[in-house]
């Protein structure tokens, strides 16, 4: 609707008042017409958009578990299509929202359920990990090995550094890398999670360090990006730099997936 006034506007807007304002009106007119193959392919796109979005809804709703009548669905769209439908707006709301509660309890349990098997298979990696040479162990349960010993000084928590780092899951699959981007983050250390608040302050400017951070000093049973509920996760961290608190030296938002997978949630 907007589009068509503007459009309309855009076309009166070169005629003048005068006795071309005939001509110009049929010229409006005529931009605005669509052959009948225009008609029926346009037609169609808007059937299959309104499909899409329908099937989108159905797969998520049944990956949850939930059970779906495609076929009452399509009656249900074309009821409403010609004002027929069988069911009050009253109605509707009040089913819509029965279903919207059973689907969060679903995903609840969903999530739940993964949490708990990442966990375990988390701890299993972390019992087999710390009897690995040079694997050293904190009171809190983060593990941290030395890749390379920098001689520069130890950052505090107030402090902002910057870094390069590549983050992965425990099957290997990577989801963040400062490296491939070109681009190292700067950070204020006590705006991440609490496995790089600590393994960063163990760290030396110049040192690179393999931090593997149990699920409770990540992000907990949170789904952060592609990375699971109740992930143990491994990054390799180098510290490039550090700056005490100032003016110029405040934290930066982090680029890459969920703001670099390091960003606190709390936990």
Known sequence: MIESVNMKANLLKSCRVT??????????????????????????ALGASVGHYISGKIYNQ?????QIKVDTVIQGVIDALKGEGKMSNEEILTHLNARAEWLNNAKAAKLEALASKHQAE?????????????VKVTESGLQYEVIKQGDGPKPVESDV????????LLDGTEFDNSYE???PNRFALLSVI???KEGIAL??????????????????????????PGSTLIFDVELLKMEAPGENAHGMGLSGMGMGGMMGMGH
């Open 19 to 44: 006795t071309l304002a005939l001509a110009c009106t049929w010229s409006f007119f005529a931009a605005a017409s669509e052959s009948p193959q225009e008609v029926e392919d346009a037609s169609y």
């Open 203 to 228: 760290m030396n400017v110049g040192s690179t360090y393999r931090l593997t951070i149990p699920a409770e000093l990540a992000y907990g049973k949170e789904v952060v990006g592609v990375i699971p």
């Open 161 to 168: 550094v910057t870094v390069h780092y590549v983050g992965k």
């Open 181 to 183: 981007r070109d681009e």
């Open 122 to 134: 988390g701890q299993a990696y972390l019992a087999a990990n710390q009897a690995k040479p040079g």
């Open 62 to 66: 049944v990956d949850l578990g939930a």
């Open 194 to 196: 609490d496995g790089w």
